[in-house]
């Protein structure tokens, strides 16, 4: 079992960046996959990128294809978001969710989420 918890959420102008990192408890980390997810208000929960347990073959979404990257750390049980070039409309709750398959966190619903946290971006 994994616990996840985000931070480094926050207010940033169009155009800026910010990095989201999430915190996972476990030590078995290194074998689940891990993805970010975000939900705009209004709308469903949808996937930004994922990243498999030996971070080869990471996944974006097109919509931030090319300027949010992600990345992860297995001796801190660490995994990243850096976002660049943001956008009004990356303005959403950002999740953090894990799972032992890759696919699944790319197709479908992984099996541990934490609780999220704000971005806004102003225009």
């Known amino acids: 079992q994994v616990q996840l918890v985000e931070s480094g959420g926050g207010l940033v102008q169009a155009g800026g960046s910010l990095r989201l990192s999430c915190a996972a408890s476990?030590?078995?980390?290194?074998?689940?996959?891990m993805g970010w997810f975000r939900q705009a208000p209004g709308k469903g929960r949808d996937i930004v990128a994922a990243?498999?347990?030996?971070?080869?073959?990471?996944y974006y979404s097109d919509s931030v294809k090319g300027r949010f990257t992600i990345s992860r750390d297995n001796v801190k049980n660490m995994v990243y978001l850096h976002m660049n070039s943001l956008k009004p409309e990356d303005t959403a709750v950002y999740y953090c969710?894990?799972?032992?398959?890759?696919?699944?966190?790319?197709?479908?619903?992984?099996?541990?989420w934490g609780q999220g946290t704000q971005v806004t971006v102003s225009s």
């Open positions: 969710a894990a799972d032992p398959s890759f696919r699944v966190v790319v197709t479908t619903t992984p099996g541990y």
């Open positions: 476990g030590r078995t980390f290194s074998r689940y996959a």
């Open positions: 990243i498999p347990f030996t971070a080869g073959g990471r």
